[in-house]
């Protein structure tokens, strides 16, 4: 073996000692863990979701478990200020929201007016971990192009009304309301320039029985203009033109009974408006004046002169003044009873209480009495009718001997062989002989009110009492189909008819008798021209540019558009991987089996429903797994 040279001996003897000497007589040295935690991060101003202007100062907290070196500030994904500088952990930056720049020789605004536009931070601490926030959006609003929001409390659609109307418009706006001015079938009819926006409509200048179209105009103080979408009311002033009297009955006691003690007399009455008063005379003297149903009275006919007839007359007075006296019945106060004192008992078994009736009905009746029964005396609407002496006690009515579709009164008083009498339970059936209940009706679809466009489905539901025949339907008063079989729809092309005015949709239901119903009309605006030129705006709200990702990662798009967002493509390194057109527009992004450290490109195009197409500005990330 040849020998090693001595000098090489020797440095292996010292680099020896040296290690030996150094760990015989010095402490170990602790070599620190790298900093591997990274800071958090959190926009505490502007508030997401809220419009800015102007200059604003946007604030940031930032911490970390050894202190935040510095904070980048991003709008719309473009750096625009990195502050190094803090004062209890608060980051800032000033925001010009109005800035302008010069592009050939033309001021162009940097952020779009009336869009939003998304800020973010991006956090770092000295071992140079960082952080991004989530982005929140902020809408620039330099100058107020936002209309006010408005809607009629009172009335409501269809609502019959009369005399004064207090008209009631809730109005709200991003800065303040400047007027509300008030249409009656587009004829200006006023202002109101102060909460609470009513105007009182004297109903009683316009002609009753017909359909008036009500809308309003509101107007900012930057003369933005909202318009309410009309309404349909009705208006019937007509009580003072009533010149039918009311009708009625004296319902008990019938006429010729024998009566003692307390007896009450009850009086239906009914008006083709609305009743007003049932003025009540005994014997040709005035007793009471009756102002709410039930219509009655208790008499004491101990008070009366005994064994004698006593005359009971009504007069029934609506709410025009109409007067209509009711035929007067005459009975027998009888308060000195005879040996035989007990009342017979008696009962209507048919028909029943409430009982809608028509042809022949059979009145059956049920009465007994110790002593027997001498007779049973029918009275309709208080006037006798017949009489039965023989038992089982019915009597064949002929429905069509009275009124058609009112109510009518049946009472039965029963006699024993001693003179004493009970007056039955009245009850009140309803007589309809012939069908002339007109149908009714309501347009379900479209709203009034509404704004539509494109075809609409007219939806519309009818009853009658018999049987539904036809719909007559007419828009702007010209027919355009008859519908014979439910469900009632028709598909109403609005691109046929003008554009931005009002339209009416009026309805005829028609019955198997004949009868018609009027349904209240709906009117509606047609909104058909959509001009829209603004192509949609969207941001990839994650990740964000130069963030370092790895795993899974939701690749997030942000978009928006004022008449609606159609579908959003979202690439990777220009490889379509997603095509998205609900809300949110996400796509999962597994990124375990790409190359570590390696650049990718995230990119998204978005299209609106007028098919304008915004390509969104990419963002560079890094996979480290």
Same mark, same amino acid.
């Given at each position: 073996?040849?020998?090693?040279?001595? #000098?090489?001996?020797?440095?292996?003897?010292?680099?020896?000692?040296?290690?030996?000497?150094?760990?015989?007589?010095?402490?170990?040295?602790?070599?620190?863990?790298?900093?591997?935690?990274?800071?958090?991060?959190?926009?505490?101003?502007?508030?997401?979701?809220?419009?800015?202007?102007?200059?604003?100062?946007?604030?940031?907290?930032?911490?970390?478990?050894?202190?935040?070196?510095?904070?980048?500030?991003?709008?719309?994904?473009?750096?625009?200020?990195?502050?190094?500088?803090?004062?209890?952990?608060?980051?800032?930056?000033?925001?010009?929201?109005?800035?302008?720049?010069?592009?050939?020789?033309?001021?162009?605004?940097?952020?779009?007016?009336?869009?939003?536009?998304?800020?973010?931070?991006?956090?770092?601490?000295?071992?140079?971990?960082?952080?991004?926030?989530?982005?929140?959006?902020?809408?620039?609003?330099?100058?107020?192009?936002?209309?006010?929001?408005?809607?009629?409390?009172?009335?409501?659609?269809?609502? #019959?009304?009369?005399?004064?109307?207090?008209?009631?418009?809730?109005?709200?706006?991003? +800065?303040?309301?400047?007027?509300?001015?008030?249409?009656?079938?587009?004829?200006?009819?006023?202002?109101?320039?102060?909460?609470?926006?009513?105007?009182?409509?004297?109903?009683?200048?316009?002609?009753?029985?017909?359909?008036?179209?009500?809308?309003?105009?509101?107007? +900012?103080? @930057?003369?933005?203009?909202?318009?309410?979408?009309?309404?349909?009311?009705?208006?019937?002033?007509?009580?003072?033109?009533?010149?039918?009297?009311?009708?009625?009955?004296?319902?008990?006691?019938?006429?010729?009974?024998?009566?003692?003690?307390?007896?009450?007399?009850?009086?239906?009455?009914?008006?083709?408006?609305?009743?007003?008063?049932?003025?009540?005379?005994?014997?040709?003297? #005035?007793?009471?004046?009756?102002?709410?149903?039930?219509?009655?009275?208790?008499?004491?006919?101990?008070?009366?002169q005994e064994d004698t007839e006593h005359t009971i007359s009504v007069i029934l007075i609506d709410l025009a003044g109409n007067e209509a006296p009711l035929n007067p019945i005459s009975v027998l106060v009888d308060n000195q009873p005879s040996a035989d004192s007990q009342p017979p008992n008696v009962i209507i078994m048919e028909p029943a209480a409430g009982q809608e009736v028509s042809g022949m009905v059979d009145i059956e009746v049920i009465a007994t009495d110790e002593s027997g029964i001498s007779h049973i005396e029918y009275f309709i609407d208080g006037q006798a009718d017949t009489a039965d002496s023989i038992a089982p006690y019915n009597y064949n009515w002929d429905t069509e001997s009275v009124a058609d579709d009112m109510e009518h009164i049946i009472a039965v008083v029963a006699y024993d062989s001693s003179g004493n009498s009970t007056l039955a339970t009245p009850i009140a059936v309803y007589v309809d002989?012939?069908?002339?209940?007109?149908?009714?009706?309501?347009?379900?679809?479209?709203?009034?009110?509404?704004?539509?466009?494109?075809?609409?489905? *007219?939806?519309?539901?009818?009853?009658?009492?018999?049987?539904?025949?036809?719909?007559?339907?007419?828009?702007?008063?010209?027919?355009?189909?008859?519908?014979?079989?439910?469900?009632?729809?028709? @598909?109403?092309?609005?691109?046929?008819?003008?554009?931005?005015?009002?339209?009416?949709?009026?309805?005829?239901?028609?019955?198997?008798?004949?009868?018609?119903?009027?349904?209240?009309?709906?009117?509606?605006?047609?909104?058909?021209?959509?001009?829209? *030129?603004?192509?949609?705006?969207?941001?990839?709200?994650?990740?964000?540019?130069?963030?370092?990702?790895?795993?899974?990662?939701?690749?997030?798009?942000?978009?928006?558009? +004022?008449?609606?967002?159609?579908?959003?493509?979202?690439?990777?390194?220009?490889?379509?991987?997603?095509?998205?057109?609900?809300?949110?527009?996400?796509?999962?992004?597994?990124?375990?089996?790409?190359? @570590?450290?390696?650049?990718?490109?995230?990119?998204?195009?978005?299209?609106?429903?007028?098919?304008?197409?915004?390509?969104?500005?990419?963002?560079?990330?890094?996979?480290?797994?």
């Amino acid at each position: 073996m040849a020998r090693q040279p001595k #000098y090489f001996l020797l440095s292996i003897t010292l680099v020896m000692i040296t290690i030996t000497s150094f760990s015989c007589t010095d402490d170990p040295i602790e070599i620190p863990e790298p900093d591997t935690s990274p800071p958090q991060a959190l926009v505490l101003f502007p508030i997401d979701g809220d419009p800015v202007q102007g200059e604003i100062i946007i604030q940031v907290r930032a911490v970390d478990n050894d202190k935040v070196d510095s904070v980048q500030f991003l709008i719309d994904q473009t750096r625009v200020f990195t502050d190094s500088s803090h004062s209890d952990n608060i980051f800032k930056y000033t925001w010009n929201t109005g800035e302008s720049v010069m592009i050939d020789g033309e001021l162009v605004k940097v952020f779009t007016e009336d869009e939003f536009h998304y800020i973010s931070v991006i956090a770092f601490d000295p071992a140079g971990n960082s952080y991004a926030s989530v982005p929140i959006r902020s809408k620039v609003d330099n100058i107020d192009s936002e209309p006010p929001e408005a809607f009629f409390l009172s009335p409501f659609a269809g609502q #019959y009304i009369s005399n004064v109307v207090n008209i009631e418009v809730i109005a709200t706006d991003n +800065d303040s309301i400047q007027y509300v001015s008030y249409f009656i079938n587009n004829v200006l009819q006023g202002y109101v320039q102060e909460s609470p926006y009513i105007f009182p409509w004297n109903t009683n200048l316009v002609e009753s029985g017909n359909y008036y179209s009500l809308h309003a105009n509101v107007r +900012d103080i @930057n003369n933005n203009t909202t318009t309410i979408a009309p309404i349909s009311v009705f208006v019937d002033n007509g009580i003072e033109n009533d010149i039918s009297p009311p009708t009625g009955s004296i319902v008990s006691p019938p006429a010729g009974l024998s009566v003692s003690g307390d007896v009450q007399i009850i009086v239906s009455a009914n008006d083709n408006r609305a009743m007003g008063e049932v003025a009540l005379s005994i014997n040709g003297v #005035y007793i009471t004046t009756m102002e709410q149903e039930p219509y009655y009275y208790i008499w004491d006919t101990t008070l009366e002169q005994e064994d004698t007839e006593h005359t009971i007359s009504v007069i029934l007075i609506d709410l025009a003044g109409n007067e209509a006296p009711l035929n007067p019945i005459s009975v027998l106060v009888d308060n000195q009873p005879s040996a035989d004192s007990q009342p017979p008992n008696v009962i209507i078994m048919e028909p029943a209480a409430g009982q809608e009736v028509s042809g022949m009905v059979d009145i059956e009746v049920i009465a007994t009495d110790e002593s027997g029964i001498s007779h049973i005396e029918y009275f309709i609407d208080g006037q006798a009718d017949t009489a039965d002496s023989i038992a089982p006690y019915n009597y064949n009515w002929d429905t069509e001997s009275v009124a058609d579709d009112m109510e009518h009164i049946i009472a039965v008083v029963a006699y024993d062989s001693s003179g004493n009498s009970t007056l039955a339970t009245p009850i009140a059936v309803y007589v309809d002989n012939f069908d002339n209940v007109p149908p009714s009706g309501q347009i379900q679809n479209p709203v009034p009110g509404q704004t539509v466009n494109g075809t609409v489905s *007219i939806e519309i539901t009818a009853s009658d009492n018999e049987y539904v025949s036809h719909i007559e339907l007419s828009i702007d008063g010209l027919a355009r189909d008859t519908l014979v079989n439910p469900p009632y729809t028709y @598909n109403w092309d609005t691109t046929q008819e003008t554009d931005d005015e009002d339209h009416v949709i009026s309805v005829i239901v028609s019955d198997s008798s004949g009868n018609i119903g009027f349904v209240p009309p709906v009117s509606v605006y047609i909104d058909n021209e959509v001009n829209d *030129i603004s192509p949609p705006t969207g941001i990839i709200s994650n990740p964000l540019s130069g963030q370092t990702v790895s795993g899974t990662v939701n690749f997030t798009v942000v978009a928006q558009d +004022d008449q609606g967002i159609a579908e959003v493509e979202l690439s990777i390194d220009g490889s379509v991987v997603s095509l998205d057109t609900e809300d949110p527009y996400q796509y999962s992004w597994d990124t375990t089996g790409l190359t @570590n450290n390696s650049e990718h490109t995230l990119s998204a195009t978005v299209t609106d429903n007028a098919g304008h197409t915004t390509l969104l500005q990419p963002v560079l990330v890094t996979v480290v797994n």
